[in-house]
Protein backbone atom coordinates (compact mmCIF):
# COMPACT_ATOMS: atom_id res chain seq x y z
CA UNK A 1 0.00 0.00 0.00
CA UNK A 2 1.71 3.20 -1.15
CA UNK A 3 0.11 6.96 -0.76
CA UNK A 4 -0.33 8.82 -4.28
CA UNK A 5 -2.26 12.26 -3.35
CA UNK A 6 -4.19 13.95 -5.22
CA UNK A 7 -2.00 16.34 -7.46
CA UNK A 8 -5.03 18.57 -8.54
CA UNK A 9 -5.53 20.08 -4.96
CA UNK A 10 -4.66 23.65 -6.26
CA UNK A 11 -7.60 23.25 -9.29
CA UNK A 12 -9.91 21.72 -6.31
CA UNK A 13 -9.17 24.70 -3.64
CA UNK A 14 -9.82 27.26 -6.45
CA UNK A 15 -13.21 25.49 -6.95
CA UNK A 16 -13.58 25.85 -2.73
CA UNK A 17 -12.66 29.41 -2.64
CA UNK A 18 -15.50 30.29 -5.75
CA UNK A 19 -17.87 28.56 -4.06
CA UNK A 20 -18.01 29.91 -0.13
CA UNK A 21 -18.25 33.03 0.62
CA UNK A 22 -15.54 34.03 3.21
CA UNK A 23 -15.62 37.63 1.80
CA UNK A 24 -14.07 37.52 -1.74
CA UNK A 25 -16.01 39.84 -3.32
CA UNK A 26 -13.85 40.09 -7.06
CA UNK A 27 -12.06 37.55 -9.29
CA UNK A 28 -9.30 39.81 -8.45
CA UNK A 29 -9.33 38.81 -4.56
CA UNK A 30 -9.67 35.65 -5.68
CA UNK A 31 -6.38 35.39 -7.26
CA UNK A 32 -4.79 37.41 -4.92
CA UNK A 33 -5.29 34.47 -2.40
CA UNK A 34 -4.19 31.91 -4.71
CA UNK A 35 -2.02 29.54 -2.82
CA UNK A 36 1.30 28.23 -4.66
CA UNK A 37 2.24 24.37 -4.63
CA UNK A 38 2.38 23.09 -1.36
CA UNK A 39 1.40 26.04 0.41
CA UNK A 40 -2.36 26.19 2.25
CA UNK A 41 -2.47 29.80 2.15
CA UNK A 42 -2.48 33.20 0.75
CA UNK A 43 1.09 34.22 -1.13
CA UNK A 44 1.58 37.65 -0.92
CA UNK A 45 3.68 40.15 -3.37
CA UNK A 46 8.00 39.50 -3.40
CA UNK A 47 9.72 41.43 -0.87
CA UNK A 48 13.24 40.95 0.74
CA UNK A 49 12.70 38.10 3.18
CA UNK A 50 13.67 38.69 6.83
CA UNK A 51 15.79 36.26 8.66
CA UNK A 52 13.33 34.67 10.63
CA UNK A 53 9.31 33.74 9.77
CA UNK A 54 6.31 33.17 11.44
CA UNK A 55 4.80 30.34 10.45
CA UNK A 56 0.84 29.53 11.93
CA UNK A 57 0.85 25.44 12.51
CA UNK A 58 -2.59 24.73 13.12
CA UNK A 59 -4.02 21.34 14.31
CA UNK A 60 -6.53 18.91 15.58
CA UNK A 61 -6.83 15.78 16.60
CA UNK A 62 -9.80 12.77 16.89
CA UNK A 63 -12.12 13.54 14.62
CA UNK A 64 -13.64 10.76 14.51
CA UNK A 65 -16.18 11.99 11.19
CA UNK A 66 -18.12 14.05 13.85
CA UNK A 67 -19.26 16.67 10.78
CA UNK A 68 -22.45 17.89 12.91
CA UNK A 69 -21.95 18.98 16.06
CA UNK A 70 -21.61 16.27 18.80
CA UNK A 71 -24.65 15.61 20.85
CA UNK A 72 -24.73 15.71 25.15
CA UNK A 73 -22.04 16.24 26.99
CA UNK A 74 -19.64 14.53 24.57
CA UNK A 75 -20.37 17.98 22.65
CA UNK A 76 -19.17 20.31 25.04
CA UNK A 77 -15.65 21.81 26.40
CA UNK A 78 -14.91 22.94 29.71
CA UNK A 79 -13.50 25.80 30.52
CA UNK A 80 -12.23 27.25 33.80
CA UNK A 81 -13.94 30.83 34.69
CA UNK A 82 -11.93 33.92 36.27
CA UNK A 83 -13.75 32.79 39.10
CA UNK A 84 -12.74 29.32 39.17
CA UNK A 85 -16.07 27.57 38.20
CA UNK A 86 -15.94 25.73 35.37
CA UNK A 87 -18.57 26.15 32.84
CA UNK A 88 -19.59 23.90 29.86
CA UNK A 89 -19.64 25.37 26.59
CA UNK A 90 -21.28 23.79 23.13
CA UNK A 91 -18.55 22.89 20.33
CA UNK A 92 -17.74 21.06 17.59
CA UNK A 93 -19.63 20.32 13.70
CA UNK A 94 -17.38 20.80 10.69
CA UNK A 95 -19.01 23.90 9.23
CA UNK A 96 -17.96 25.49 12.75
CA UNK A 97 -14.61 24.08 12.49
CA UNK A 98 -14.06 25.19 8.85
CA UNK A 99 -15.05 28.88 9.85
CA UNK A 100 -12.62 28.85 12.77
CA UNK A 101 -9.78 27.23 10.48
CA UNK A 102 -10.28 29.84 7.98
CA UNK A 103 -10.81 32.76 10.19
CA UNK A 104 -7.40 32.23 11.97
CA UNK A 105 -5.62 31.90 8.29
CA UNK A 106 -6.85 35.58 7.67
CA UNK A 107 -3.35 37.69 7.36
CA UNK A 108 -1.11 34.54 7.78
CA UNK A 109 0.98 34.14 4.84
CA UNK A 110 3.00 30.96 5.80
CA UNK A 111 0.40 28.50 7.15
CA UNK A 112 -0.26 24.84 7.83
CA UNK A 113 -2.53 22.44 8.95
CA UNK A 114 -2.29 18.99 10.56
CA UNK A 115 -3.67 16.26 12.28
CA UNK A 116 -3.11 13.96 14.61
CA UNK A 117 -4.80 10.62 13.57
CA UNK A 118 -8.56 9.29 14.00
CA UNK A 119 -9.57 11.76 11.38
CA UNK A 120 -12.37 8.43 10.37
CA UNK A 121 -13.05 5.50 12.08
CA UNK A 122 -15.90 5.46 14.84
CA UNK A 123 -18.00 7.75 13.14
CA UNK A 124 -21.43 8.90 13.09
CA UNK A 125 -23.89 7.01 10.72
CA UNK A 126 -23.87 10.40 8.59
CA UNK A 127 -19.78 10.11 7.96
CA UNK A 128 -19.39 5.85 8.99
CA UNK A 129 -22.91 5.10 6.62
CA UNK A 130 -20.33 6.25 3.80
CA UNK A 131 -17.41 4.63 5.12
CA UNK A 132 -16.27 8.16 6.19
CA UNK A 133 -16.32 9.46 2.60
CA UNK A 134 -18.03 12.52 3.85
CA UNK A 135 -15.08 13.41 5.90
CA UNK A 136 -12.26 13.00 3.76
CA UNK A 137 -14.13 15.42 1.40
CA UNK A 138 -14.65 17.72 4.25
CA UNK A 139 -11.33 17.13 5.05
CA UNK A 140 -9.93 18.14 1.61
CA UNK A 141 -12.15 21.64 2.01
CA UNK A 142 -10.63 21.94 4.98
CA UNK A 143 -7.46 22.04 2.95
CA UNK A 144 -6.08 19.69 5.40
CA UNK A 145 -2.04 19.28 4.72
CA UNK A 146 -1.24 16.29 6.49
CA UNK A 147 -2.58 13.98 9.01
CA UNK A 148 -0.76 10.54 10.72
CA UNK A 149 -2.80 7.87 11.00
CA UNK A 150 -4.61 6.74 14.37
CA UNK A 151 -5.78 3.34 15.43
CA UNK A 152 -8.84 4.02 13.68
CA UNK A 153 -7.70 4.33 10.00
CA UNK A 154 -7.22 0.61 10.37
CA UNK A 155 -11.28 -0.11 11.22
CA UNK A 156 -11.82 -1.24 8.28
CA UNK A 157 -8.14 -2.65 7.64
CA UNK A 158 -4.87 -1.43 5.40
CA UNK A 159 -6.68 -1.94 1.84
CA UNK A 160 -9.99 0.12 2.75
CA UNK A 161 -6.74 2.74 4.18
CA UNK A 162 -5.63 2.63 1.08
CA UNK A 163 -8.63 3.04 -0.92
CA UNK A 164 -9.27 6.44 1.93
CA UNK A 165 -5.91 7.84 0.22
CA UNK A 166 -5.88 6.85 -3.26
CA UNK A 167 -9.62 7.22 -4.08
CA UNK A 168 -11.65 4.92 -5.61
CA UNK A 169 -15.57 3.55 -5.20
CA UNK A 170 -16.18 1.15 -2.16
CA UNK A 171 -15.61 -2.56 -3.56
CA UNK A 172 -18.40 -3.95 -2.13
CA UNK A 173 -21.22 -0.92 -1.89
CA UNK A 174 -19.57 0.61 -5.07
CA UNK A 175 -20.21 4.44 -5.23
CA UNK A 176 -22.81 6.01 -2.93
CA UNK A 177 -23.77 9.53 -5.48
CA UNK A 178 -24.47 8.56 -8.92
CA UNK A 179 -21.74 9.74 -11.56
CA UNK A 180 -19.30 10.67 -9.00
CA UNK A 181 -16.37 8.54 -7.84
CA UNK A 182 -14.59 9.13 -4.53
CA UNK A 183 -11.52 11.18 -4.85
CA UNK A 184 -9.66 9.98 -1.82
CA UNK A 185 -7.74 12.48 0.54
CA UNK A 186 -6.07 15.45 -0.73
CA UNK A 187 -3.84 15.44 1.63
CA UNK A 188 -0.81 12.27 2.75
CA UNK A 189 -1.81 10.10 5.44
CA UNK A 190 1.85 9.36 7.29
CA UNK A 191 2.31 5.95 8.74
CA UNK A 192 5.86 5.79 9.61
CA UNK A 193 5.57 3.28 11.90
CA UNK A 194 3.52 0.95 10.34
CA UNK A 195 5.29 -1.46 8.07
CA UNK A 196 4.44 -4.64 5.60
CA UNK A 197 5.43 -7.86 7.74
CA UNK A 198 7.38 -9.30 3.95
CA UNK A 199 8.88 -6.03 2.67
CA UNK A 200 9.61 -4.06 6.31
CA UNK A 201 8.65 -0.81 4.35
CA UNK A 202 6.02 1.58 5.47
CA UNK A 203 2.55 1.16 4.04
CA UNK A 204 2.13 4.62 4.25
CA UNK A 205 4.33 7.46 3.51
CA UNK A 206 6.41 8.02 6.68
CA UNK A 207 7.00 12.08 6.25
CA UNK A 208 6.41 14.76 4.05
CA UNK A 209 7.66 18.12 3.94
CA UNK A 210 5.83 21.53 3.42
CA UNK A 211 7.56 24.20 1.69
CA UNK A 212 6.60 27.79 0.53
CA UNK A 213 8.79 30.53 -0.37
CA UNK A 214 11.76 28.86 0.95
CA UNK A 215 10.13 27.51 4.47
CA UNK A 216 10.92 24.13 4.51
CA UNK A 217 9.00 22.11 7.70
CA UNK A 218 9.15 18.25 7.84
CA UNK A 219 6.16 16.25 9.11
CA UNK A 220 6.42 12.95 10.59
CA UNK A 221 3.66 10.71 11.70
CA UNK A 222 3.37 7.58 13.71
CA UNK A 223 0.62 5.96 15.46
CA UNK A 224 0.69 4.30 18.75
CA UNK A 225 2.74 1.31 18.92
CA UNK A 226 -0.44 -0.55 20.91
CA UNK A 227 -2.69 -0.33 17.88
CA UNK A 228 -2.93 -3.96 17.93
CA UNK A 229 -4.14 -4.17 20.62
CA UNK A 230 -7.24 -2.10 20.06
CA UNK A 231 -8.34 -2.38 16.73
CA UNK A 232 -9.56 -5.52 15.22
CA UNK A 233 -6.73 -8.55 14.48
CA UNK A 234 -7.92 -9.24 10.93
CA UNK A 235 -8.22 -5.53 9.45
CA UNK A 236 -4.23 -5.19 10.32
CA UNK A 237 -3.14 -8.83 9.27
CA UNK A 238 0.51 -8.71 8.18
CA UNK A 239 1.32 -5.46 9.41
CA UNK A 240 3.56 -4.51 12.25
CA UNK A 241 3.41 -1.51 14.37
CA UNK A 242 6.81 -0.05 15.91
CA UNK A 243 8.27 1.83 18.36
CA UNK A 244 7.12 5.58 18.21
CA UNK A 245 10.48 7.06 19.52
CA UNK A 246 12.64 4.59 17.32
CA UNK A 247 10.56 5.53 14.65
CA UNK A 248 10.42 9.59 15.04
CA UNK A 249 13.89 9.59 15.51
CA UNK A 250 15.30 7.11 12.71
CA UNK A 251 12.93 9.61 10.30
CA UNK A 252 14.15 13.27 11.95
CA UNK A 253 17.87 11.78 11.17
CA UNK A 254 16.55 11.30 7.66
CA UNK A 255 15.42 14.33 7.24
CA UNK A 256 17.97 16.06 8.79
CA UNK A 257 20.19 14.56 6.02
CA UNK A 258 18.01 15.90 3.25
CA UNK A 259 18.94 19.36 4.76
CA UNK A 260 15.42 19.80 6.64
CA UNK A 261 16.02 20.99 10.12
CA UNK A 262 12.53 21.92 11.26
CA UNK A 263 10.74 18.95 12.14
CA UNK A 264 7.31 18.46 13.59
CA UNK A 265 6.12 15.22 14.88
CA UNK A 266 2.41 13.72 14.57
CA UNK A 267 1.56 11.38 17.11
CA UNK A 268 -1.58 9.38 17.63
CA UNK A 269 -0.84 9.38 21.14
CA UNK A 270 -1.28 10.88 24.02
CA UNK A 271 -1.75 12.05 27.96
CA UNK A 272 -3.90 12.96 30.79
CA UNK A 273 -4.06 16.64 31.93
CA UNK A 274 -4.77 17.12 35.60
CA UNK A 275 -7.80 19.51 34.56
CA UNK A 276 -10.79 18.50 32.19
CA UNK A 277 -10.60 22.37 31.17
CA UNK A 278 -8.99 23.28 28.26
CA UNK A 279 -7.11 26.53 29.18
CA UNK A 280 -5.89 25.43 32.76
CA UNK A 281 -1.92 26.15 32.80
CA UNK A 282 -0.57 22.84 31.76
CA UNK A 283 3.18 23.76 33.07
CA UNK A 284 2.03 24.70 36.26
CA UNK A 285 3.86 24.52 38.80
CA UNK A 286 6.93 23.76 36.46
CA UNK A 287 7.19 22.69 32.59
CA UNK A 288 4.86 19.64 31.70
CA UNK A 289 3.95 18.98 35.31
CA UNK A 290 -0.10 19.32 34.19
CA UNK A 291 0.46 15.96 31.88
CA UNK A 292 0.43 12.11 32.68
CA UNK A 293 0.68 9.21 30.35
CA UNK A 294 2.44 8.02 27.19
CA UNK A 295 3.00 10.76 25.62
CA UNK A 296 5.48 11.94 28.05
CA UNK A 297 7.88 9.61 28.30
CA UNK A 298 7.47 9.59 24.37
CA UNK A 299 8.10 13.22 24.16
CA UNK A 300 10.73 12.91 26.58
CA UNK A 301 12.98 10.61 24.12
CA UNK A 302 11.81 12.07 21.11
CA UNK A 303 15.93 13.65 19.35
CA UNK A 304 16.06 17.38 19.91
CA UNK A 305 15.85 17.22 15.96
CA UNK A 306 12.15 17.68 16.30
CA UNK A 307 10.70 20.65 17.70
CA UNK A 308 7.07 20.12 18.27
CA UNK A 309 4.78 17.50 18.72
CA UNK A 310 1.01 17.41 17.41
CA UNK A 311 -0.71 14.47 19.71
CA UNK A 312 -3.96 12.98 20.21
CA UNK A 313 -5.82 9.43 20.95
CA UNK A 314 -7.18 10.38 24.59
CA UNK A 315 -9.17 12.70 23.49
CA UNK A 316 -8.14 15.54 26.25
CA UNK A 317 -7.06 18.85 25.85
CA UNK A 318 -3.46 19.87 26.61
CA UNK A 319 -1.02 22.59 25.58
CA UNK A 320 1.99 21.35 27.21
CA UNK A 321 6.25 22.25 27.39
CA UNK A 322 7.91 19.16 27.77
CA UNK A 323 12.03 19.06 27.95
CA UNK A 324 13.62 17.15 24.95
CA UNK A 325 16.66 14.96 25.84
CA UNK A 326 18.79 18.02 25.82
CA UNK A 327 16.36 20.05 28.27
CA UNK A 328 15.19 22.33 25.82
CA UNK A 329 11.60 23.02 26.06
CA UNK A 330 9.48 21.81 23.74
CA UNK A 331 5.63 22.29 22.46
CA UNK A 332 3.25 19.31 23.21
CA UNK A 333 -0.44 19.68 22.17
CA UNK A 334 -3.68 18.18 21.84
CA UNK A 335 -7.03 19.47 20.75
CA UNK A 336 -9.25 17.21 22.73
CA UNK A 337 -11.97 15.26 19.87
CA UNK A 338 -14.89 16.23 17.87
CA UNK A 339 -13.33 19.04 16.51
CA UNK A 340 -14.04 20.54 19.76
CA UNK A 341 -10.65 22.57 19.79
CA UNK A 342 -8.07 23.61 17.03
CA UNK A 343 -4.68 24.38 18.30
CA UNK A 344 -2.96 27.48 17.05
CA UNK A 345 1.13 27.18 17.52
CA UNK A 346 3.12 30.01 16.12
CA UNK A 347 7.11 28.47 14.76
CA UNK A 348 9.62 30.92 14.36
CA UNK A 349 11.72 29.61 11.70
CA UNK A 350 15.32 31.03 11.03
CA UNK A 351 16.26 31.13 7.16
CA UNK A 352 20.08 30.80 8.03
CA UNK A 353 19.88 27.50 10.36
CA UNK A 354 16.64 26.31 8.69
CA UNK A 355 15.65 25.59 11.98
CA UNK A 356 12.45 26.50 14.25
CA UNK A 357 13.67 28.89 17.22
CA UNK A 358 12.19 26.82 20.22
CA UNK A 359 12.24 30.46 22.09
CA UNK A 360 9.44 31.92 19.87
CA UNK A 361 7.03 28.79 20.12
CA UNK A 362 4.06 29.95 21.03
CA UNK A 363 0.72 28.06 21.20
CA UNK A 364 -2.99 28.06 22.75
CA UNK A 365 -5.79 25.72 21.96
CA UNK A 366 -9.37 27.62 21.06
CA UNK A 367 -12.75 26.39 21.19
CA UNK A 368 -14.52 25.87 18.03
CA UNK A 369 -17.86 27.70 18.68
CA UNK A 370 -21.07 27.36 17.62
CA UNK A 371 -22.03 30.54 15.61
CA UNK A 372 -24.47 29.49 12.90
CA UNK A 373 -24.14 33.56 11.45
CA UNK A 374 -20.57 32.94 11.20
CA UNK A 375 -20.80 29.51 9.63
CA UNK A 376 -23.31 30.89 7.01
CA UNK A 377 -20.95 32.83 6.26
CA UNK A 378 -17.52 31.09 6.16
CA UNK A 379 -18.36 27.72 5.47
CA UNK A 380 -21.60 26.91 2.71
CA UNK A 381 -19.60 24.41 1.57
CA UNK A 382 -19.49 22.44 4.78
CA UNK A 383 -23.56 23.10 4.87
CA UNK A 384 -23.95 22.00 1.42
CA UNK A 385 -21.62 18.52 1.85
CA UNK A 386 -23.59 17.94 5.47
CA UNK A 387 -27.37 18.55 3.24
CA UNK A 388 -26.36 16.09 0.76
CA UNK A 389 -25.15 13.36 2.72
CA UNK A 390 -27.72 13.83 5.67
CA UNK A 391 -30.44 13.49 1.99
CA UNK A 392 -28.63 10.03 1.23
CA UNK A 393 -28.64 9.22 4.97
CA UNK A 394 -32.43 10.31 5.88
CA UNK A 395 -34.33 6.94 5.24
CA UNK A 396 -32.01 4.53 7.37
CA UNK A 397 -30.70 7.26 9.74
CA UNK A 398 -34.08 9.17 11.15
CA UNK A 399 -36.18 5.34 12.23
CA UNK A 400 -36.99 5.49 15.68
CA UNK A 401 -35.36 2.33 17.56
CA UNK A 402 -36.77 3.15 21.08
CA UNK A 403 -37.33 5.86 23.84
CA UNK A 404 -35.56 7.25 26.91
CA UNK A 405 -36.73 9.19 29.54
CA UNK A 406 -33.81 11.45 29.92
CA UNK A 407 -29.58 11.32 29.12
CA UNK A 408 -27.92 8.33 29.54
CA UNK A 409 -24.62 9.24 29.36
CA UNK A 410 -21.62 7.14 28.04
CA UNK A 411 -18.71 8.85 26.24
CA UNK A 412 -19.47 12.02 28.17
CA UNK A 413 -19.78 10.06 31.87
CA UNK A 414 -16.03 10.12 33.57
CA UNK A 415 -17.47 7.34 35.94
CA UNK A 416 -15.55 4.15 35.89
CA UNK A 417 -18.83 2.58 35.42
CA UNK A 418 -21.07 4.34 32.49
CA UNK A 419 -25.20 4.48 32.80
CA UNK A 420 -24.96 3.71 28.93
CA UNK A 421 -22.35 0.85 29.50
CA UNK A 422 -24.75 -0.47 31.68
CA UNK A 423 -27.58 -0.48 29.08
CA UNK A 424 -25.52 -2.16 26.38
CA UNK A 425 -24.27 -4.66 28.72
CA UNK A 426 -27.89 -5.34 29.54
CA UNK A 427 -28.73 -5.48 25.72
CA UNK A 428 -25.92 -8.26 25.47
CA UNK A 429 -26.28 -10.70 27.96
CA UNK A 430 -30.91 -10.20 26.70
CA UNK A 431 -29.72 -10.84 23.12
CA UNK A 432 -27.34 -13.52 23.43
CA UNK A 433 -29.13 -15.52 26.68
CA UNK A 434 -31.53 -17.79 24.59
CA UNK A 435 -30.16 -21.12 24.73
CA UNK A 436 -29.54 -20.93 20.81
CA UNK A 437 -28.43 -17.54 20.71
CA UNK A 438 -25.98 -19.28 23.47
CA UNK A 439 -27.11 -19.26 26.60
CA UNK A 440 -24.89 -16.33 28.07
CA UNK A 441 -25.00 -15.94 31.64
CA UNK A 442 -23.51 -11.99 31.91
CA UNK A 443 -21.99 -9.73 29.57
CA UNK A 444 -19.01 -7.51 29.20
CA UNK A 445 -18.57 -4.29 27.20
CA UNK A 446 -15.49 -2.53 26.56
CA UNK A 447 -15.41 0.79 27.60
CA UNK A 448 -13.98 2.10 24.10
CA UNK A 449 -16.60 0.87 22.50
CA UNK A 450 -19.05 3.65 23.53
CA UNK A 451 -18.56 6.64 21.37
CA UNK A 452 -21.30 8.88 22.29
CA UNK A 453 -24.42 9.83 24.87
CA UNK A 454 -27.88 8.89 24.35
CA UNK A 455 -29.62 12.56 24.58
CA UNK A 456 -33.11 13.18 25.51
CA UNK A 457 -33.61 15.81 23.71
CA UNK A 458 -34.38 15.60 20.16
CA UNK A 459 -31.63 16.07 17.33
CA UNK A 460 -33.78 16.71 14.75
CA UNK A 461 -37.83 15.93 14.33
CA UNK A 462 -37.94 12.84 15.83
CA UNK A 463 -39.29 14.45 19.28
CA UNK A 464 -37.94 14.31 22.56
CA UNK A 465 -36.87 11.27 23.73
CA UNK A 466 -36.76 9.47 20.92
CA UNK A 467 -33.77 7.35 20.20
CA UNK A 468 -33.30 6.96 16.22
CA UNK A 469 -31.00 4.44 14.10
CA UNK A 470 -28.74 7.48 13.43
CA UNK A 471 -28.24 7.80 17.09
CA UNK A 472 -28.09 4.02 17.66
CA UNK A 473 -25.22 4.01 15.07
CA UNK A 474 -23.80 6.60 16.96
CA UNK A 475 -23.08 5.03 20.45
CA UNK A 476 -21.96 1.72 18.17
CA UNK A 477 -20.70 2.68 14.93
CA UNK A 478 -18.60 -0.44 14.74
CA UNK A 479 -20.77 -2.85 14.04
CA UNK A 480 -18.96 -5.97 15.55
CA UNK A 481 -20.14 -9.54 15.91
CA UNK A 482 -21.66 -11.01 19.01
CA UNK A 483 -19.12 -13.80 20.62
CA UNK A 484 -20.93 -15.92 23.38
CA UNK A 485 -17.63 -17.80 24.71
CA UNK A 486 -17.20 -20.44 27.72
CA UNK A 487 -14.92 -18.97 30.24
CA UNK A 488 -13.70 -19.85 33.77
CA UNK A 489 -14.51 -18.10 36.63
CA UNK A 490 -10.52 -17.83 36.90
CA UNK A 491 -10.18 -16.68 33.62
CA UNK A 492 -13.27 -14.01 34.57
CA UNK A 493 -11.29 -12.90 38.33
CA UNK A 494 -8.05 -12.67 35.42
CA UNK A 495 -10.07 -10.28 32.89
CA UNK A 496 -10.99 -7.95 35.64
CA UNK A 497 -8.07 -8.01 37.25
CA UNK A 498 -6.44 -6.94 33.60
CA UNK A 499 -8.49 -4.39 33.30
CA UNK A 500 -6.14 -2.39 36.16
CA UNK A 501 -2.94 -3.70 35.60
CA UNK A 502 -0.29 -4.81 32.76
CA UNK A 503 -0.81 -2.80 29.75
CA UNK A 504 -4.18 -1.35 31.39
CA UNK A 505 -2.35 0.22 35.08
CA UNK A 506 -1.30 3.77 33.87
CA UNK A 507 -5.22 3.96 32.55
CA UNK A 508 -7.32 1.44 33.60
CA UNK A 509 -10.35 0.16 31.23
CA UNK A 510 -13.28 -0.46 33.42
CA UNK A 511 -15.41 -3.31 31.67
CA UNK A 512 -18.86 -2.40 31.77
CA UNK A 513 -21.28 -5.37 32.61
CA UNK A 514 -24.79 -6.37 32.77
CA UNK A 515 -27.28 -6.65 35.95
CA UNK A 516 -26.15 -9.27 38.55
CA UNK A 517 -22.56 -9.26 37.73
CA UNK A 518 -21.17 -6.97 40.64
CA UNK A 519 -17.69 -6.49 42.59
CA UNK A 520 -15.86 -3.77 44.42
CA UNK A 521 -12.92 -1.69 42.81
CA UNK A 522 -10.59 -0.78 45.32
CA UNK A 523 -8.78 2.37 43.99
CA UNK A 524 -6.58 2.60 46.97
CA UNK A 525 -4.71 -0.24 46.19
CA UNK A 526 -2.72 -0.77 42.84
CA UNK A 527 -2.62 -3.47 39.81
CA UNK A 528 -4.63 -6.21 40.37
CA UNK A 529 -4.73 -6.26 43.92
CA UNK A 530 -7.68 -3.65 43.14
CA UNK A 531 -10.16 -6.14 42.30
CA UNK A 532 -11.23 -7.67 45.57
CA UNK A 533 -11.80 -11.29 44.38
CA UNK A 534 -14.37 -12.26 47.28
CA UNK A 535 -16.33 -9.85 45.95
CA UNK A 536 -17.15 -10.95 42.76
CA UNK A 537 -20.38 -12.55 42.53
CA UNK A 538 -23.02 -13.23 39.80
CA UNK A 539 -26.73 -12.75 41.12
CA UNK A 540 -25.25 -12.97 44.34
CA UNK A 541 -23.52 -15.89 44.45
CA UNK A 542 -19.96 -16.00 44.89
CA UNK A 543 -17.77 -16.74 41.41
CA UNK A 544 -16.30 -20.08 41.21
CA UNK A 545 -12.80 -20.44 39.46
CA UNK A 546 -13.50 -23.85 38.52
CA UNK A 547 -16.39 -23.55 37.00
CA UNK A 548 -17.34 -22.62 33.55
CA UNK A 549 -19.83 -19.57 32.55
CA UNK A 550 -21.10 -18.27 29.10
CA UNK A 551 -19.90 -14.74 28.56
CA UNK A 552 -21.33 -12.56 25.97
CA UNK A 553 -18.97 -9.82 24.17
CA UNK A 554 -18.28 -8.39 21.08
CA UNK A 555 -15.64 -10.14 18.85
CA UNK A 556 -12.69 -7.38 19.02
CA UNK A 557 -13.05 -8.18 23.28
CA UNK A 558 -13.29 -11.86 22.33
CA UNK A 559 -10.27 -11.40 20.53
CA UNK A 560 -8.08 -10.16 23.65
CA UNK A 561 -8.62 -6.29 22.36
CA UNK A 562 -7.72 -3.32 24.61
CA UNK A 563 -5.34 -5.26 26.70
CA UNK A 564 -7.61 -8.38 27.89
CA UNK A 565 -5.23 -11.03 26.58
CA UNK A 566 -7.41 -13.97 28.90
CA UNK A 567 -10.37 -13.59 26.36
CA UNK A 568 -8.32 -15.64 23.56
CA UNK A 569 -8.59 -18.73 26.13
CA UNK A 570 -12.12 -18.86 25.66
CA UNK A 571 -13.91 -21.71 24.32
CA UNK A 572 -16.85 -23.13 22.67
CA UNK A 573 -17.50 -19.71 20.53
CA UNK A 574 -20.89 -19.38 18.85
CA UNK A 575 -20.96 -16.21 16.79
CA UNK A 576 -24.40 -14.04 16.91
CA UNK A 577 -26.30 -11.05 14.99
CA UNK A 578 -23.94 -7.42 15.58
CA UNK A 579 -23.77 -5.93 18.99
CA UNK A 580 -25.78 -3.04 16.82
CA UNK A 581 -28.50 -5.18 16.20
CA UNK A 582 -28.79 -6.49 19.60
CA UNK A 583 -28.94 -3.17 20.63
CA UNK A 584 -31.59 -2.12 18.44
CA UNK A 585 -33.36 -4.90 19.27
CA UNK A 586 -33.49 -4.58 23.18
CA UNK A 587 -34.52 -0.66 22.57
CA UNK A 588 -37.37 -1.58 20.70
CA UNK A 589 -38.43 -4.73 23.17
CA UNK A 590 -37.76 -2.67 26.16
CA UNK A 591 -39.28 0.86 25.66
CA UNK A 592 -42.03 2.82 24.42
CA UNK A 593 -43.51 6.19 24.34
CA UNK A 594 -45.63 5.70 27.39
CA UNK A 595 -42.83 3.28 29.01
CA UNK A 596 -39.09 5.12 27.89
CA UNK A 597 -36.05 3.12 29.29
CA UNK A 598 -34.77 5.35 32.12
CA UNK A 599 -30.95 5.73 32.87
CA UNK A 600 -29.61 2.60 34.89
CA UNK A 601 -28.21 3.11 38.48
CA UNK A 602 -24.86 2.30 37.38
CA UNK A 603 -24.17 0.63 40.60
CA UNK A 604 -23.01 -2.48 39.66
CA UNK A 605 -18.99 -1.54 40.49
CA UNK A 606 -18.69 -0.73 44.28
CA UNK A 607 -15.95 1.99 43.72
CA UNK A 608 -13.64 2.58 46.95
CA UNK A 609 -11.55 5.27 46.09
Not at 45 to 74: I, K, W
Request: net charge neutral.
Amino acid sequence: MSANPRTNRKHRATRRILASAAGLATLGALVAVMPTAGASQPEAASSAHPRTVDVQLLSFNDLHGNLEPPAGSAGTVNETQPDGTTKAIPAGGVEHLATSLRKARQGERYSVTAAGGDMIGASPLLSGLFHDEPTIEALNKLDLDVSAVGNHEFDEGATELARIQNGGCHPVEGCFEKGKEFEGADFPYLAANVTNEKTGRPVLKPYTVWKKDGVKIGFIGVTLEGTPEIVNANGIKGLKFHDEIETVNKYARELDRQGVKSIVALIHEGGSPASSSYNYDCDSPGAGDGISGPIVDIAKGITPKVDALVTGHTHQAYVCTVPDPAGKPRMVTSASSYGKLYTDTTLTYDRRTKDIVRTGVKSANHIVVRDQEQAKIWAKDMTSLIGRWNELAAPIANRPQGFISADINGRGSTAPERPLGDLIADAQLEGMAPADKGGAQLALMNPGGIRSDLVFKASGSEGDGVVTYGEAFTVQPFTNMMNVVDLTGAQLITALQQQVSGGNEASPKILQVSKGFTYTLDMTKTGAARIDVASVKLNGVALDPAKTYRVAMNEFLAGGGDGFPVFKEHKNKLVGASDLDVFNAYLAKNSSAASPIAPPAADRITIVK
